[in-house]
């Protein structure tokens, strides 16, 4: 199959999706490009969770406009995901914690979050699920959650009545500059050429760049989530601890999400593979600390999301440098509560007008050092 | 608690005492566990201690000979342990009468048998309505009727096991309604005859139910169920030679229970959690793992023995268990290779017979995807969720191409089964008709196995004691 395209994205999650749906509406051309099929990795099987408390304080001001993105995207997106607003907790259970909590809050504070501290009377009264033996709490009403696992159902029918081609279930083996453009090749003989493309692969932009010669490191965190079955209303608002290793909330199907980035076994060849028991048992013990009646529940099901860190653990989103054409968009830390946002933001960009904030200039992470073992394409 | 061992199998039913027992025979430390009180698995389960020596009688006698032979032995038993997880290295995760527990072992056992297929009808999810191998579950631990007159239907030889259980038991039966015609079951009688024992009780099975003048409805299957006061109205019709409903009168039963069963799943959540290869064979009862002749899966020092491997009956699971046993012992370096080959040669030649008998009984319980296409709208698929078959081909319109795109749309298999009962359901829907079946995939295997207490596996600690990660990046 050979296709001309304006741009082609490689990588169907939230940030590759919302930027070919931006593309898209902005009279571009677009094929969107994925080796399994839309929003089956992190953006698919993340916890959904809409937090300030857990999002890096250099990005509170994307995640602001992100949650809001999530809230109204039965307007943008054409369909509800489930998004729903929720007041926020992170918790203090020692005075180690609290110190943290305090530090942590401030920051998040300077930058625009609307979080305050509150104490355990106040805490309690909010949400009366919360372990009353907290010291400390900062909240948060600019929180919530969204059902993560129907993000690509919205998006994929949004996607298609904006025109944009989708190209699922093949994986991307080569990407070759050709005649101003890129050739994309990939399974059962796909041939795409594109004007441009948009790498948008979470953890496997390591390898995706690397078929353009461009070497970033990218970590890959195997983020363990666990679900309960449905139980009586316990909690009503978002929970997480001051050190951001928990993350807790209840469904409207009376389900409750257990997160926060417990580690489990994987890799990006294999995906998450499974949980590591110990790390299963000490998240529970945790979330249940934070909230003592899901004892009385039973997990139903544990999985693993992969998710990319890069080298500061800030985003890398805009043009690649020297080569026209090519962008990357991805390792967002938290990045679902902003993801909306941050494709907006590089579509804006790549339709030639100036992004409403800032860009994550990839030039930074790009180890520039001639290799002798360096391969050729 | 926990301890390395040589090997531990996974479940006690015919296919893992037998390779507990080979293994351990050629010196080997082994472990076997399994969710029952007593080995023995679904096909020879044992009656309740509780229940006393006369109940105790009406026990298979083959089965009492295999708990006898695994008490005598040196195999390490854990029964009532429910195995949660399993991880490479190999670790086996269980929670059992005493909380959570964990043991190494070099290599593992899965011989986790089968689970029960029903193609849904509408009502399949009322009460009184339970599945054959549900209902010889209730027979044979508890003695207890699915109701006082109980109408059997669906496919395969666990339709007469049940209805001449309930009449053992003292139940009345309305009919038995059968998917299959009556050449369907003549078509493989050299098969059948192959297992003299087993083609001869077939046999007095039928008599017994023509003596007891129970109506056999062949080539008819169920329309549909709905409560009539505390008891079921079904709705009964003829189907064609692939399952699909065919128009004429149909016929009204009212009984207190309807056990209704379309065959048997492999039951994979191991191999499928671990991400072992598997494959499509429709007549072993959907996906099963991809094994070598030695019962290995793609993943060193993991087995599979039994149903598990694909249906083929409890005869051919107790010598494919032995064999994967013996295999076990060799990789292991208990048995070299002019021993091995010698071991294996007589029980490869008698795996070969009963499994010419189990496929025969395989091919009785194959789905046939006519029934599945008949399967209307409004019909719940999974029933832990309550999705229907018009939900999950909406999500396969809307562009869904695998069974875990329509999971994550749909809410299909998120439920405490995990998709273990629709599964095989689920994927022929997506197939459709006419596609290949491969395409839709299977349900990922996902940790825990089994619905899991927090209670029991994390009881509480003090706040102090638990190690927590280093902090997330402000």
Redesign the interface.
Known sequence: MTSDFDVAVIGAGVMGATTALHLARGGMRVALVDRGEICREASGVNAGTLTLHMTRAALIPYAMKGRALWLSAERWLGRDVGARSAPGFSLAFTTAEEEMLVKRAEARCAMGAPIRLVSPAEACAIDPGINPAIRAAAFCELDGHVTAYLTGRGYRQALTAAGVTMVEQIPVEAIESQGGGYLIRGTCGTRLSARRIVLAGGVWLESMLAMLGVRVKIKCLINQLIITERMRPVMRSVVGIANGLLSLKQFENGSILIGGGWQGRGDPIRGGVEPIPDNLIGNIRLARHAIPALGETRVVRIWLGLESETADAMPMIGPLPGMEGAYVIGCVHSGYTSAPYMGQLLAQHILGQEPEMPLFDPARLIDTTPSSVRMSA | MSGETDLIVVGGGPAGVEAALAASERGLSVRLVDEAPQAGGQVYRAPPRAFGAKFQQKADPIGVRLRDRLRASAVQTHFDHSVW?A??GY?I?ALGPDG?V?WRARAVIAATGAQERVVPFPGWTLPGVTGLAGATIMLKSQGMLPGAVTLVAGQGPLLLAVAIGILKAGGKLAAVIDLASQADWLADWPAIASQPRLALRGLAWQAILRRAGVPVLYRHAIRSAEAQGDQLLVSVGAVDAEGAPVAGRDRSFVVDALTVGNGLTASTDITR???AEHRFDSLRGGWVPQLDTDFRTTLPGLYVAGDGAGIAGAAAAAIDGRLAGLAVAHDLGQCDDAAYQNLIAPLRRSALRARKFGTAMAKLMVLRPAQVAAIADETIVCRCEDVTQGEICT?VR?????V??V???T?CG???C?GRICGDIVGQLVTGQGNAREEAGYF?G???FR?????E??P??A??D????P????
């Open positions: 997880s991880s490479p670790r995760d959570a964990s959690l671990m991400r999500a809307e562009g869904a191409r695998g875990n795109q999971k994550a749309w809410r998120m439920g405490p995990q990922t996902r940790t825990p619905p899991l207490p927090l209670d596996l994390a509480p600690i706040y102090g638990l190690q927590l990660p902090p997330a990046p402000l």
